[in-house]
């Protein structure tokens, strides 16, 4: 009979939670809109609760709306053992991207559990709040708050794009969840492992399973306010104009040609374009824009993003513009020692895998300052992510999963340091 934790792991109870987390804000073009503490937010941490009940872990949520199930270990006041992502989603979001390390993390306790282990120390499934940063901008709120990158009171006064604050929306959830306790926010983690779906195309493109993620590039983030004049479309002489869409637009224009690498090395994004008052005949009074920079080198991230507001402001024409910046998170490299558990659990189960970078951001980035933390990859259908049509096969579903089982029945036990 087997000892092996993994071999516990269940790839049709795997799949089949997925799919019925998926309901929770279905699209009709089958993929997920899942905003951070919406209703269907609240809805799929009471379906975690629900599954986790059966195996005797107890929910609870801290201050900052990060959602938790707890494995009781034996010394109940050590460090825990956690593992987990996000549940929240992009608007037109796939089936995975976060949610699968939150239902993989629920399926290797559970295969631990049926393996007879008893953990040392508690061992935490977490769902972060707002990681995405679809509803509250930036991304990654609860962890950030969790692990002190951020206070609660900034945190808490964030708001959507209707100026709802995060408080509110806690607030509104908060009936609904009334029988999940509360806990502190923060303390001391033993280790941190995330498993998550690449988004992107190397391992499918190399036929490989699981990916041991090295580290996550740096990405600083920033808003950009335009303030220009609203005028007649029709009686107003350009000369008179303030319009901050031309502005704006003029900004974009010329932080993409000068931000540009011929290495296309450098990601610059402008995701968001709010105009007011957004009508066909009024000239804009005032035009609100997003920027999301990305570099796998600090040192370049730092000097491309110094240049920002410069360029903004050289661009801005008869108009006013105010820059701020939201995040400034650097490049970061995870520690050997936990890459050296994951590359050995795949290697005896004789997965196929390698090393390689994250170019996307993920709550582990928050994590890897307070704690040995790690990631684990599996594919993305043609790298396609933050999209309807995002897909990982069952079978790479399940080779992420017993790695990470196996990863976590290394680190139970309070002797194997991570």
Not at 45 to 56: F, N
């Given at each position: 009979?087997?000892?092996?934790?993994?071999?516990?792991?269940?790839?049709?109870?795997?799949?089949?939670?997925?799919?019925?987390?998926?309901?929770?804000?279905?699209?009709?073009?089958?993929?997920?809109?899942?905003?951070?503490?919406?209703?269907?937010?609240?809805?799929?941490?009471?379906?975690?609760?629900?599954?986790?009940?059966?195996?005797?872990?107890?929910?609870?949520?801290?201050?900052?709306?990060?959602?938790?199930?707890?494995?009781?270990?034996?010394?109940?006041?050590?460090?825990?053992?956690?593992?987990?992502?996000?549940?929240?989603?992009q608007p037109t979001g796939g089936k995975y991207d976060g949610v699968y390390g939150v239902v993989a993390a629920l399926e290797a306790v559970q295969a631990l559990i049926d393996a007879g282990r008893q953990p040392d120390m508690p061992v935490d499934i977490v769902a972060w709040m707002n990681e995405e940063g679809s509803r509250f901008a930036p991304g990654m709120l609860g962890s950030a708050a969790f692990a002190g990158a951020r206070s609660l009171e900034d945190t808490l006064a964030v708001t959507d794009a209707e100026g709802a604050t995060v408080a509110d929306a806690l607030a509104a959830l908060a009936p609904g969840l009334v029988t999940m306790p509360t806990r502190a926010l923060g303390g001391a983690v033993h280790a941190y492992i995330e498993a998550h779906i690449e988004q992107g195309p190397v391992l499918e493109r190399e036929g490989l399973q699981v990916g041991v993620v090295t580290g996550i590039q740096g990405k600083h983030t920033y808003r950009v306010t335009v303030h220009g004049e609203a005028a007649h479309a029709g009686t107003s002489t350009r000369a008179e104009r303030k319009d901050?869409?031309?502005?704006?637009?003029?900004?974009?224009?010329?932080?993409?040609?000068?931000?540009?690498?011929?290495?296309?090395?450098?990601?610059?994004?402008?995701?968001?374009?709010?105009?007011?008052?957004?009508?066909?005949?009024?000239?804009?009074?005032?035009?609100?824009?997003?920027?999301?920079?990305?570099?796998?080198?600090?040192?370049?991230?730092?000097?491309?993003?110094?240049?920002?507001?410069?360029?903004?402001?050289?661009?801005?024409?008869?108009?006013?513009?105010?820059?701020?910046?939201?995040?400034?998170?650097?490049?970061?490299?995870?520690?050997?020692?936990?890459?050296?558990?994951?590359?050995?659990?795949?290697?005896?189960?004789?997965?196929?895998?390698?090393?390689?970078?994250?170019?996307?951001?993920?709550?582990?980035?928050?994590?890897?300052?307070?704690?040995?933390?790690a990631m684990i990859f599996v594919p993305s259908r043609d790298g396609i992510t933050h999209n309807e049509a995002e897909y990982t096969a069952p079978a790479d579903l399940y080779a992420g999963a017993r790695v990470l089982t196996d990863v976590l029945d290394r680190l139970i036990t309070s002797a194997k340091t991570p």
């Open positions: 009979m087997t000892n092996r934790a993994s071999d516990f792991v269940n790839a049709e109870r795997l799949n089949d939670r997925l799919a019925e987390m998926a309901r929770l804000g279905a699209t009709a073009a089958g993929g997920v809109d899942r905003p951070a503490l919406s209703p269907a937010d609240g809805d799929a941490q009471r379906l975690m609760a629900a599954w986790g009940a059966p195996l005797g872990l107890t929910p609870s949520r801290d201050p900052a709306g990060n959602f938790f199930l707890r494995w009781a270990g034996l010394h109940a006041d050590a460090a825990p053992v956690m593992s987990g992502s996000h549940l929240d989603s901050a869409l031309l502005a704006a637009t003029a900004m974009v224009q010329a932080l993409a040609a000068e931000i540009h690498d011929a290495q296309d090395c450098v990601k610059f994004t402008v995701g968001r374009f709010d105009v007011t008052p957004s009508a066909p005949s009024v000239v804009a009074s005032r035009v609100v824009f997003s920027i999301d920079l990305r570099h796998p080198d600090t040192e370049t991230l730092r000097t491309l993003s110094d240049r920002i507001e410069p360029i903004c402001t050289a661009h801005r024409g008869p108009c006013a513009v105010e820059v701020v910046r939201l995040s400034a998170a650097d490049s970061l490299t995870f520690p050997h020692a936990l890459r050296e558990h994951i590359d050995r659990a795949a290697t005896a189960l004789a997965i196929p895998h390698r090393d390689l970078p994250s170019a996307a951001g993920h709550d582990a980035r928050y994590l890897h300052a307070t704690c040995p933390t």
